[in-house]
């Protein structure tokens, strides 16, 4: 093991992220770029000069990135972001991080400062000036170029339509920072929020955060990003796995940049409340699959952990009327549902067994048809039970309602009460399982 600085300027290339690029399309030109003093770039260290490289950008800027050759040659990122609040940004987490991975200077080594554009040059830069933060179009657009690049660019800068690199994000969100991000104040969340997703991590943290992801444009835009996708702030899309967001109701102090303006635009979240699952209707056979539906007040998204061969696997469901409802394989043999409002509160139902019939138990034996009923326990969703004579004919099919269990009240399916004797129940379910037993009748 060994640690690089992505700012060695022994060790770097320059990207050209070209009509890839977010301003590709724009009104924007070169022109319009300033460092985070409302400086141009042309008098920045960044585009200063010429370079080791032989070449400068200078006049160049839109779509230029200037990258570690020690990124860019790696096939795993791993992504470790603090959680805190931001004055251009709100908050920053995930696909902010990466504004760390350009250079500072393409020609002095250990040289600080903004590596990247981060406001719109105005000439001034001022936290009054709304282009500094709400309305900033400038800075979402390089962090997304930056993230797609991380994404898409092979070891040599090239960039292609396929990921060039696995890529996990793990948040520190254990000590977070609220009110700005270079004299934050602690606050201790206690979590730590990971996916290999770094706009729906970020949407995770701003839950935490208790801000609305959809109106922060870092996020908002970078899920927008068609060509190149960096990822997905869908909250129909993002399955939360863990302990509840519902504690998590502490609203992250805005940098003072944002707190009048956020407030009135309605930033924070105020709903902790998840839907719950309140019925789980008998599963529904279609060809080798089964229908799985459940019943949830509110859901606005649901997601079915379902075990096959002693494997789980989790799918999105279709949402919608208070229902969540999915098709899985027949040969399921367990699942459980999620299901979560649009802020990401969410809660799960117990455990539902489909298939097994191993534990299937029937008593009194014998049985006595005038004192009382044969009950079937620890049926599955769906089975059919069917009681035999002893010369095999088939005496009655038993109605099996809703539920683990089922009852024989002894009559056979013309309504009469059944001979005195032994008769065999066989109980099967469309998963193909089968479960057999005697019953002695006594009149
Ligand atoms: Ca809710």
């Not at 990971?194 to 908002?220: E, F, Q, T």
Request: hydrophobic share 40%; aromatic share 12%.
């Amino acid at each position: 093991m060994r640690t690089v600085s992505l700012g060695d300027t022994g060790h770097w290339r320059w990207v050209d992220i070209g009509s890839y690029s977010s301003f590709a399309g724009t009104d924007y030109t070169d022109f319009d770029l300033a460092d985070f003093n409302g400086v141009s770039n042309f008098q920045s260290a960044y585009y200063l000069a010429s370079d080791s490289h032989g070449n400068s950008p200078s006049g160049y800027t839109l779509g230029w990135f200037a990258l570690s050759d020690t990124e860019l040659a790696s096939t795993v990122i791993i992504n470790f972001p603090k959680m805190k609040t931001h004055s251009y940004m709100i908050n920053t987490a995930c696909v902010k991080n990466h504004v760390g991975s350009a250079m500072g200077s393409t020609y002095l080594d250990g040289a600080t400062g903004e590596r990247i554009a981060h406001v719109k040059q105005t000439g001034s830069f001022s936290a009054s000036d709304l282009s500094t933060n709400f309305d900033n179009d400038i800075f979402w657009r390089v962090i997304a170029d930056m993230n797609k690049i991380l994404l898409y660019a092979d070891k040599n800068g090239i960039i292609s339509t396929t990921r060039q690199r696995k890529y996990l994000n793990v948040v520190d969100a254990i000590e977070a920072g609220e009110v700005d991000q270079n004299s934050p104040v602690s606050y201790w969340t206690h979590c730590v929020l990971a996916g290999k997703d770094p706009v729906a991590v970020d949407a995770v943290v701003s839950r935490v955060m208790c801000y609305k992801w959809n109106l922060i444009p870092a996020i908002h835009k970078a899920a927008s990003e068609a060509l190149l996708p960096i990822g997905t702030d869908d909250a129909r899309r993002i399955v939360v796995l863990g302990d509840s967001l519902d504690g998590a109701s502490h609203v992250f102090t805005y940098s003072p940049n944002w707190s009048a303006h956020a407030a009135a635009r309605g930033f924070s979240i105020s709903d902790f409340t998840a839907p719950y699952v309140s019925e789980i209707p008998p599963v529904i056979r279609e060809g080798d699959q089964i229908r799985v539906r459940a019943k949830a007040t509110g859901v606005y998204a649901g997601f079915i952990f379902y075990e096959v061969d002693s494997k789980w696997y989790v799918k999105k469901m279709e949402c919608g009327a208070g229902w969540a409802w999915a098709l899985v394989p027949a040969k399921t043999s367990s699942y459980i549902v999620q299901v979560q409002d649009e802020y990401l509160n969410f809660s799960a139902s117990l455990p539902r067994y489909y298939s097994s019939l191993a534990n299937v138990v029937g008593y009194p034996n014998p049985f006595r048809p005038g004192l009382g009923v044969f009950t079937f326990k620890y049926l599955t969703d769906e089975a059919t039970i069917r009681i035999y004579n002893v010369a095999g004919e088939l005496v009655r099919t038993v109605p099996k309602p809703a539920g683990s269990s089922a009852s024989w009240d002894g009559e056979n399916d013309s309504g009469d009460i059944v001979a005195s004797g032994v008769y065999v129940y066989v109980i099967t379910n469309i998963a193909g399982e089968k479960a057999t037993g005697k019953i002695m009748v006594i009149k």
